[in-house]
T-cell receptor
Framework: KQEVTQIPAALSVPEGENLVLNCSFTDSAIYNLQWFRQDPGKGLTSLLLIQSSQREQTSGRLNASLDKSSGRSTLYIAASQPGDSATYLCAVDFYGNNRLAFGKGNQVVVIP | DTEVTQTPKHLVMGMTNKKSLKCEQHMGHRAMYWYKQKAKKPPELMFVYSYEKLSINESVPSRFSPECPNSSLLNLHLHALQPEDSALYLC???????????????FGDGTRLSIL
């Protein structure tokens, strides 16, 4: 069974520090990987999608890398702000059918 | 503002009631999804519609009945639900129901459902 793992489940960082979130997956033959943000009681907001052929994607303060050979993706958030406090979910399309396998998420608190 | 709109935002119903959840998108997407999310858990896929036809049913109980009247609308009809069905129900859409297009799924804000 294909699995996606995000550790730790929760973390806190002081405002201004760079945030590093890790996602690992069990099969290197993926189609794409998405990072989402979820605020309490809200839906998911798509942050970045990395295609299988790509090694990274960037959007503003966000940068996501993909290393298929090691089964890992990392989401970097530069100069974190209290507004970055949320749960971040990693999701992998293993079969090219858009059925996403989600990790359990990283609950992030940025301390002012 | 989300591009996928879900109504109602909150719903409380008894176990004998019949209600419907609605989802609408105007991005021209041809795939639409229903997910169920329990507290502190990731979303779980329930149904996928591709070009208005049901393509995936993840062994969901028949008390949940999806409907796709047209390419912009997705409904989830609820009947005789159980207390354990209380959750956040999320709708999503994407350009195609295949990851080959490498287009992201866009989610609505969900309907918070409570079963008494």
């Amino acid at each position: 069974k294909q699995e996606v793992t995000q550790i730790p489940a929760a973390l806190s960082v002081p405002e201004g520090e760079n945030l590093v979130l890790n996602c690992s997956f069990t099969d290197s033959a993926i189609y794409n990987l998405q990072w989402f943000r979820q605020d309490p009681g809200k839906g998911l907001t798509s942050l970045l999608l990395i295609q299988s052929s790509q090694r990274e994607q960037t959007s503003g303060r966000l940068n996501a890398s993909l290393d298929k050979s090691s089964g890992r993706s990392t989401l970097y958030i530069a100069a974190s702000q209290p507004g970055d406090s949320a749960t971040y979910l990693c999701a992998v399309d293993f079969y090219g059918n858009n059925r996403l396998a989600f990790g359990k998420g990283n609950q992030v608190v940025v301390i002012p | 503002d989300t591009e996928v709109t879900q109504t109602p935002k909150h719903l409380v119903m008894g176990m004998t009631n019949k209600k419907s959840l609605k989802c609408e998108q105007h991005m021209g997407h041809r795939a639409m999804y229903w997910y169920k999310q329990k507290a502190k858990k990731p979303p779980e896929l329930m149904f996928v519609y591709s070009y208005e036809k049901l393509s995936i049913n993840e062994s969901v109980p028949s008390r949940f009945s999806p409907e796709c009247p047209n390419s912009s609308l997705l409904n989830l009809h609820l009947h005789a639900l159980q207390p354990e069905d209380s959750a956040l129900y999320l709708c999503a859409s994407s350009q195609e129901a295949t990851g080959l297009s490498n287009q992201p799924q866009h989610f609505g804000d969900g309907t918070r459902l409570s079963i008494l």
